[in-house]
């Protein structure tokens, strides 16, 4: 049987993975996530992707690992993660009433060969105009200082979207499954 590594411990990419019913496990990949000067948000997606999945090689040479990293984009300028709630809310304050691009990056690295099969999802957000009362109701509710551009589209966060286009409903939690499963597909692996 594939051996298959999540290099993450995020809860949410755990719970989106676990939805293949394929046996994994996860680790944590423990890179430097800081973007790289004049690097556009789609490529330090792609490029953390990539160096999370490499992370892992020494401590599984046989698995298949599997890499994501998002990053929001508003004005051409990345959106991370809040992390405190003063960030939380001038990123919602930025975000009101706009359009904020979500970049997703994946990589599937084949530990054994080296080879990875490394894309992207794109999701676009418009956000609700939000006053200064939904903002702090919404945090207070959701606290989502550990999701990039302080959104949770797939809970209580979908009452400050007006608005959502993309590739993959997924990768705006974290995890691009639909391009997963096409790369776990090349790679051999059965899925149900």
């Known amino acids: 049987m594939q051996r298959l590594v999540l290099a993450s411990t995020s ?20 890179i430097d996530e800081t973007p ?3 690097e556009a948000p789609a490529a330090t997606a792609l490029r953390l992707a990539r160096e999370k999945a490499a992370a892992l090689l020494p401590g599984f040479p046989d698995a298949f690992i ?13 959106l991370g993660k809040p992390l405190t ?23 599937l690295l084949d530990a054994a060969s080296g080879a990875a099969q490394v894309a992207a999802a794109v999701n676009r957000v418009r956000f609700r105009k939000l006053d200064e ?3 702090e109701r919404y945090l207070r509710r ?12 797939d809970a209580f966060g979908i009452v400050i979207i007006e608005a959502l286009q993309g590739d993959d ?16 597909r090349r790679a051999g692996f059965r899925l149900p």
Do not use: W
């Not at 959701?142 to 589209?153: F, I, L, N, R, V």
């Open 133 to 135: 009362d939904e903002i």
């Open 169 to 184: 409903p997924n990768a705006l939690i974290g995890l691009p499954l639909i391009l997963l499963v096409d790369m776990l």
């Open 66 to 78: 599997v890499g994501s990293d998002q990053v929001a984009e508003l004005d051409h300028r990345p």
């Open 85 to 107: 709630h003063a960030n939380a809310v001038h990123q919602l304050r930025l975000c009101s009433g706009r359009t904020v691009e979500f970049h997703t990056g994946l990589c």
């Open 142 to 153: 959701e606290q989502p200082y550990d999701c990039t551009g302080s959104a949770k589209a």
């Open 36 to 38: 790289h000067d004049g």
């Open 11 to 30: 809860p949410y990419r755990r719970a989106l993975l676990a939805r293949l019913e394929i046996p994994f496990e996860t680790e944590a990949p423990h």
